[in-house]
C-alpha cells in the first residue's frame, strides 16, 4: 500500500507540473483504495487540520483553531504563496504547505479540512475532500449553484464526513435566544419576516493586468469562467460580479436568512415562489444589481420573507439611538421582534430573557461554531449547522439572483429544487465549470 501511495503521488505530481505548463489545472481525485479507510477520532486524540484559503476570514481560522488545544495544524494552502508563508509562520513548527488543495487532500497526516476560499471553490473542494476522508468545515456562501448544493449534501452523506456551514449565527446566544422566542410562540403566529441591508459596492474599473507574481491566478480562478486578472476582483470585490459572488444577498444573505430558518423551524422546508428587482450600476465591471428587492412566499405555515436593499433601518430598543444597519424583524399576531445582523450578533432584551417552559422548545447549546464542529468530529453527531442547513438556507438567494436576471416571479418546487414549467429558469440551477473541473 505504502508503494501504491508513492507512485499515486509521483503520478499527480507529474501531472500537475505538465498542466501547469499548458496553463490548466489538472483534476485530481483521490480514490479511497488509496487513502485507505479513516477511523473516528479519539476522543484524546488532537484533530490534525489542514486550511485551504488562509487570507481574510481563512487566516482568522488558522489563528483560532491553531491556539485550541485539541487541533493540530498539519497544512496550509492558499494559490497566494504570501499567504501561505505568512500563516506557516504564525503557526509555527513545520506544516505541509502547497497552493494546490489536491496535494493537501492526498495526505494521511490530515484528518480535516477547513475551506475559506472565494465561494466558487466551495463545493469542488468540500465533495472533494469527503471523498479523500476528510470532515470539514465550509465558509459560506454554501454554494453557487442549487446542482452544487445537491452534490454537496451526497457527498457528505457517501462517506459519512462531518460537515459544518460556517454560518456562525446558530452558535451564536443572541441567535438562540431570538428563535426561542419565536419557536415558542411568544410573538404568536409568524406571517412575515423583514430582512433588509445596506446596498451592494458601486464600480470596478477595468484594469486588467498582471497578477502578483505571489498568485496562481489560474489556480485562484479553477472552475469559474477565464478572466484577466484584475484588481477589482481579486482578493475581497470577486463579491460584486454575479457569476462568482452573487452581491450581499449570496453573503451576509446566507448568514441572516441561516438565522431566519432556524427561527421559523424551516430548514426541512422551501419556498414556493421568488420574485426579485433590482436596479443594476451603470458604470464599472461589477454586475450585480445596486438596490435589491426581494420576496419569497412558504406555504404549509403560510409566511414570508423580504430582502431589501437599502431598507428601512429599524431602532434596536435597547439602542434607540443608532438604527440597525442590517437585521430582521420577525412580525407575528401579538408583536415582533428584531435580531442584529444575520450572525446573532443581538436580539431584543424579552428574547434573552425568555426561558422556555418544561414543555417548550429549547434548542440546543452550542459552544462555539468551531468547537461544535470538533465536537462532532469525535462524536460522529451532525453538527448545529450541517450542510444540508446551509443549502436550504442559500437557496433562497440563488434563486433570488436568478429571479432578477430573468425578470420576473418564478414558481418554485422545494421538493425537487426546480421551477415549476420554467425551461428557462431551470438553466440557471447549474453552472458550466471551466475545463477541466467538474463535480
Given at each position: 500500500m505504502a508503494e501504491q501511495r508513492k507512485l499515486t503521488r509521483r503520478r499527480f505530481l507529474k501531472a500537475s507540473a505538465e498542466a501547469g505548463a499548458a496553463g490548466i489545472s489538472f483534476p485530481y481525485f483521490v480514490p479511497s483504495h488509496v487513502l485507505g479507510q479513516q477511523g473516528r477520532v479519539g476522543a484524546n486524540d488532537k484533530i490534525a487540520i489542514g486550511f485551504v484559503g488562509v487570507g481574510g476570514r481563512g487566516g482568522d481560522h488558522v489563528n483560532n483553531f491553531h491556539n485550541m488545544p485539541s487541533v493540530r495544524v498539519t497544512g496550509i494552502c492558499d494559490v497566494d504563496n504570501r499567504q501561505v508563508v505568512g500563516a506557516a509562520r504564525r503557526v509555527g513548527g513545520k506544516p505541509f504547505t502547497c497552493k494546490d488543495h489536491r496535494e493537501l487532500l492526498d495526505r494521511n497526516d490530515v484528518d480535516a479540512v477547513v475551506i475559506s476560499t472565494p465561494d466558487h471553490w466551495h463545493?469542488?473542494?468540500?465533495?472533494?475532500?469527503?471523498?479523500?476522508?476528510?470532515?470539514?468545515?465550509?465558509?459560506?456562501?454554501?454554494?453557487?449553484?442549487?446542482?452544487?448544493?445537491?452534490?454537496?449534501?451526497?457527498a457528505a452523506n457517501k462517506y459519512q464526513r462531518v460537515v459544518q456551514i460556517g454560518s456562525q449565527g446558530r452558535s451564536e446566544p443572541a441567535a438562540r435566544a431570538c428563535a426561542q422566542y419565536v419557536r415558542n410562540g411568544q410573538i404568536g403566529t409568524v406571517d412575515r419576516v423583514e430582512v433588509w441591508h445596506p446596498t451592494n459596492f458601486v464600480g470596478g474599473t477595468h484594469v486588467d493586468g498582471q497578477p502578483p507574481a505571489s498568485?496562481?491566478?489560474?489556480?485562484?480562478?479553477?472552475?469559474?469562467?477565464?478572466?484577466?486578472?484584475?484588481?477589482?476582483?481579486?482578493?475581497?470585490?470577486?463579491?460584486?460580479?454575479?457569476?462568482?459572488?452573487?452581491?450581499?444577498?449570496?453573503?451576509?444573505?446566507?448568514?441572516?436568512?441561516?438565522?431566519?430558518?432556524?427561527?421559523?423551524?424551516?430548514?426541512?422546508?422551501?419556498?414556493?415562489?421568488?420574485?426579485?428587482?433590482?436596479?443594476?450600476?451603470?458604470?464599472?465591471?461589477?454586475?450585480?444589481?445596486?438596490?435589491?428587492?426581494?420576496?419569497?412566499?412558504?406555504?404549509?405555515?403560510?409566511?414570508?420573507?423580504?430582502?431589501?436593499?437599502?431598507?428601512?433601518?429599524?431602532?434596536?430598543?435597547?439602542?434607540?439611538?443608532?438604527?440597525?444597519?442590517?437585521?430582521?424583524?420577525?412580525?407575528?399576531?401579538?408583536?415582533?421582534?428584531?435580531?442584529?445582523?444575520?450572525?446573532?450578533?443581538d436580539t431584543e432584551r424579552k428574547a434573552k430573557d425568555y426561558t422556555p417552559p418544561r414543555d417548550g422548545i429549547t434548542l440546543p447549546t452550542s459552544p462555539g461554531h468551531r468547537e461544535n464542529w470538533l465536537e462532532c468530529i469525535k462524536t460522529r453527531q451532525k453538527p448545529i449547522m450541517p450542510v444540508e442547513a446551509g443549502v436550504a438556507v442559500i437557496v433562497l438567494p440563488i434563486i433570488a439572483n436568478i429571479s432578477y436576471l430573468l425578470g420576473r416571479k418564478l414558481q418554485w418546487d422545494p421538493k425537487s429544487r426546480q421551477f415549476i414549467g420554467d425551461e428557462e429558469a431551470n438553466r440557471f440551477l447549474a453552472d458550466p465549470y471551466r475545463y477541466p473541473w467538474h463535480l
Open positions: 463545493a469542488i473542494m468540500m465533495v472533494q475532500a469527503c471523498q479523500a476522508g476528510k470532515d470539514v468545515y465550509s465558509e459560506k456562501p454554501t454554494c453557487r449553484t442549487i446542482q452544487e448544493g445537491q452534490a454537496m449534501i451526497n498568485l496562481d491566478w489560474n489556480l485562484w480562478l479553477g472552475p469559474a469562467r477565464w478572466r484577466l486578472y484584475n484588481q477589482n476582483i481579486h482578493p475581497f470585490n470577486f463579491r460584486w460580479l454575479m457569476d462568482i459572488g452573487g452581491g450581499f444577498i449570496r453573503d451576509r444573505g446566507n448568514h441572516v436568512l441561516s438565522c431566519v430558518f432556524w427561527s421559523m423551524n424551516a430548514d426541512s422546508t422551501g419556498p414556493v415562489s421568488v420574485e426579485a428587482t433590482g436596479e443594476p450600476d451603470k458604470v464599472g465591471i461589477w454586475d450585480v444589481p445596486v438596490t435589491m428587492e426581494a420576496k419569497w412566499e412558504f406555504k404549509n405555515p403560510d409566511w414570508t420573507v423580504t430582502w431589501s436593499q437599502p431598507g428601512r433601518q429599524r431602532p434596536f430598543p435597547e439602542r434607540p439611538d443608532r438604527p440597525l444597519d442590517w437585521g430582521a424583524q420577525f412580525f407575528g399576531d401579538k408583536g415582533s421582534v428584531i435580531l442584529e445582523h444575520g450572525d446573532g450578533a
